[in-house]
């Protein structure tokens, strides 16, 4: 599904879902878009943010010796 900001030619802005963006291009070409508010024809995508999600931290790296203590618990302690 995709959520596309559309606008008609008044200058309203409205959202709505499709399957994919071959069916907005679809019913873009039938004019079977409608503005909500004025019942407007005449309606095209208007510019969007992306919606991207925050980032996530990467986790901790494993100590280099491989053992959960870090290095002070294995046979190479302090030698590394």
Excluded at 31 to 45: A, H, I, R, W
Aim: hydrophobic share 30%.
């Amino acid at each position: 599904m995709i959520l596309y900001s559309l606008r008609c030619s008044h200058d309203h802005q409205f959202d709505e879902w499709f399957s994919n963006s071959a069916e907005y291009d679809t019913r873009h070409a039938a004019g079977s878009l409608v503005c909500p508010q004025c019942g407007d024809t005449v309606v095209t995508k208007a510019i969007m943010a992306p919606n991207v999600g925050k980032a996530r931290s990467a986790p901790q790296p494993s100590p280099a010796c491989g053992t959960p203590m870090g290095c002070g618990g294995c046979a190479f302690a302090g030698q590394h």
